[in-house]
């Protein structure tokens, strides 16, 4: 299983960005999610998260700009990002808990992924 993060890139402050955390493999099921944020100097925080049943939690700093979903067919957790500011220029993670099949058992089994994480550069 992998989780790969895309969608980054470079827009003008109050522009807007879509992420996509995409689990792949031998995905059985993809469940919590949550997105993180590393800017420069600073530590990891929390950005946004989404249950397994689609129950959103945001960090105070992006609601109402932010918006959390995702689409459990395509094992695939969206992060759309509107009205942009400078600082939220950072490298974004997604994380995520994923159930697996193992071959050799047919059981599943359940771990935790991280994704590589996509820059977002905001200009002001």
């Known amino acids: 299983v992998q989780l790969q993060a895309s969608g980054g890139g470079l827009v003008k402050s109050g522009g807007s960005l879509t992420l996509s955390c995409a689990a792949t493999?031998?995905?059985?099921?993809?469940?919590?999610v949550t997105w993180y944020r590393q800017a420069p100097g600073k530590e990891r925080d929390l950005v946004a998260g989404?249950?397994?049943?689609?129950?959103?939690t945001y960090a105070d700093s992006v609601k109402g700009r932010f918006t959390i979903s995702r689409v459990n067919s395509m094992n695939t957790v969206y992060l759309q990002m509107n009205n942009l500011r400078p600082e939220d220029t950072a490298v974004y993670y997604c994380?995520?808990?994923?159930?697996?099949?193992?071959?050799?058992?047919?059981?599943?089994?359940?771990?935790?992924?991280w994704g590589q994480g996509t820059l977002v550069t905001v200009s002001s």
């Open positions: 994380n995520a808990d994923v159930e697996s099949i193992i071959p050799r058992t047919g059981k599943p089994e359940r771990k935790n992924y």
């Open positions: 493999g031998r995905v059985f099921s993809m469940n919590d």
């Open positions: 989404i249950s397994g049943a689609g129950s959103p």
